[in-house]
Every structure is written in structure tokens, then in C-alpha cells.
């Protein structure tokens, strides 16, 4: 599979090959989806708390006597049905977390690119150097390669002035090319990818003997 190669001036200056096991396969849908419920589940904190009777401060003596008061019997003041009381069966901190085998998630990140690549929002130019980290000129980068939405930008190293560049735009995220997301693949519209980030990529998710 070939594909174009553009400039920072979105002028192309050639083709790359592209692995067709990373860029060219059918995408598998379903495991894309429960790769992206996976991450979704496993960013929840699930530190939701509420306390029952026991944890509740104070009631710790019988509100009246047991009997000839006309009214009902009572033992705390922090029982459920109580005003302040506390919460029957109410929820506990607990773990979200799901499983996933590594041949599944590298399946789930080939399909993502290769959705990607088949609906031409794949961008590949021959490098993203700024010479300083300045919002316009990485916007104006962005416009002269065709991108008029929202866009993943994935780097094959830590570059700052392209970091602080994408910061203050919102339709902009930067990330590494060795730590791709399927959450970040599917949210954003076009993938912006330098050469050595393809490499990284390909490198990374070339399918191995028995996948």
C-alpha cells in the first residue's frame, strides 16, 4: 500500500509504503468497540462512597425507651429511615477495571488505522520540526495540510515546540507514536503522522507469527 507524503507547506513530496497488516486489513468492529469500552471502564476511579448506620457519626443511645411511649420502637437515631441515617446497600468503592489480551488490543489499534486509512483521513508528511512553539504557526501547519477539524498528532519522540504549539487548540491533541489509543484514534477525525512515526507504528503493530 502506498501512501502520499506532504510537506509542512502541504505540498507532496512523494509516497511511503505502508504495511497492508497495519494500515489495510477489515476492520473488526466489534473488538474496536470492547477495546474502547475496555479503556472507558478502566478510567473510572470508582471511588464512589456513601455510609451506612454503622459509619454514620453519633446515635449511639436509644432515642427513648423500649416501651409505653405510644411510639414506634427506635435503637438509633442513624437508622436508615432516619433524617441522617445511614444509606442501605449504597454503592462502595470498587475496581472497573476489564481484561484484554494483547493479540485483541493490537487488533483493536490495526482496525482503528486501517478505518482510518480506507476513509483518507490518514496524513502522513515528511516531518512536524517548528522552530518555535507558536499556536499560529502549527494552525497554519494544520491548514496547509487540509485538516479543517479535529485532528490526533502522533510524534515518534518528545518534541516540545510541537507540544506547546498543539497545546491551546482544542481540536488538536499530541501524543507518541508508541502509545497509541483506540479512544484517541476513533474521537478524533484525521491522524497526522510524520514519517518516523509510521515506522514507530508499524514497527510496533506488525503482525507477529500466530496472529
Not at 473488538?31 to 456513601?50: D, E, S
Not at 496547509?144 to 498528532?153: G, M, P, Q
Request: proline letters at 4%; glycine letters at 8%; one cysteine or more.
Amino acid at each position: 500500500m502506498l501512501a502520499t507524503v506532504k510537506n509542512t507547506a502541504g505540498a507532496s513530496v512523494g509516497e511511503m509504503e505502508l504495511c497492508d497488516t497495519v494500515f489495510g486489513i477489515e476492520p473488526n468492529e466489534a473488538v474496536m468497540h470492547q477495546a474502547l469500552v475496555r479503556q472507558l471502564a478502566n478510567a473510572r476511579l470508582g471511588t464512589h462512597k456513601a455510609k451506612g448506620r454503622s459509619e454514620v457519626r453519633g446515635g449511639g443511645r436509644k432515642p427513648w425507651r423500649q416501651k409505653g411511649t405510644g411510639r414506634a420502637r427506635q435503637g438509633s437515631i442513624r437508622a436508615p429511615q432516619w433524617k441522617g441515617g445511614g444509606v442501605v446497600h449504597g454503592p462502595t468503592p470498587h475496581k472497573y477495571t476489564q481484561k484484554m489480551n494483547r493479540k485483541m488490543r493490537r487488533l483493536a489499534l490495526r482496525s482503528a488505522l486501517s478505518a482510518k486509512m480506507a476513509e483518507s483521513q490518514v496524513i502522513i508528511v515528511e516531518d512536524m520540526e517548528l522552530d518555535s512553539p507558536k499556536t499560529r504557526e502549527m494552525a497554519g501547519l494544520l491548514e496547509r495540510i487540509d485538516i479543517d477539524t479535529t485532528a490526533l498528532i502522533l510524534l515518534p519522540e518528545s518534541n516540545e515546540n510541537v507540544e506547546f504549539s498543539a497545546r491551546n487548540l482544542s481540536y488538536v491533541k499530541v501524543g507518541r507514536a508508541n502509545c497509541l489509543s483506540v479512544r484517541d484514534l476513533l474521537k478524533y477525525d484525521y491522524l497526522v503522522l510524520p514519517r518516523a512515526a509510521v515506522d514507530v507504528i508499524q514497527s510496533t503493530l506488525s503482525v507477529a507469527k500466530g496472529e
